[in-house]
């Protein structure tokens, strides 16, 4: 893991995810690969806590995880931070356990889907308001762009929503 930020950072990679599942010594390697390089280019290590498209009952019958899903993410924040990692991704579902106990990390939040938007595969999603609210700092948001026949179009509505949300704030 170590290999691959390093020769990731040389080729100016700014963001790179890793499954905080891999354990401590692929977390370390990782965030100790980033921290080689100067500040102004070094590669942030995000935590991939557990996927948006996993259910909570996945977690237990096909993962055989029996801690419940937020103990278990709270064990995998916990894990990364003390490894070093800069940030954590995590579903916005998730976030609202987590984001006012974390405050000197920031979360990524995939599975943003606004209320017009189609659900798709994944399980635990939130709208792009909730996720702000939630505390998340950077939203991602694929499908309901990509997928829709204008895209400008969605693309705009969903930085409209956003903009509404944060002058509430």
Sequence with gaps: MGNAVSEAGKLGVSYITIHLSGGSEMIKAASDAAEEFPEESRPVILGVTVLTSISKDQILDELNISKDLTSHIKSLI???????????????????NFHDKYKQIYFVTPGIRPAWSEKNDQKRISTPELAIKN?????????PILAAEDR??????????????????
Excluded: Y
């Design 78 to 96: 916990d894990l990364g931070i003390k490894n070093g990692v800069h940030g954590i991704v995590c579903s916005p579902v998730d976030l609202e």
């Design 135 to 143: 505390g998340s700092s950077l939203l991602v948001i694929g499908r």
């Design 152 to 169: 400008k179009l969605a693309a705009i509505k969903i930085l409209t929503e956003i903009e509404e949300c944060l002058k509430q704030q």
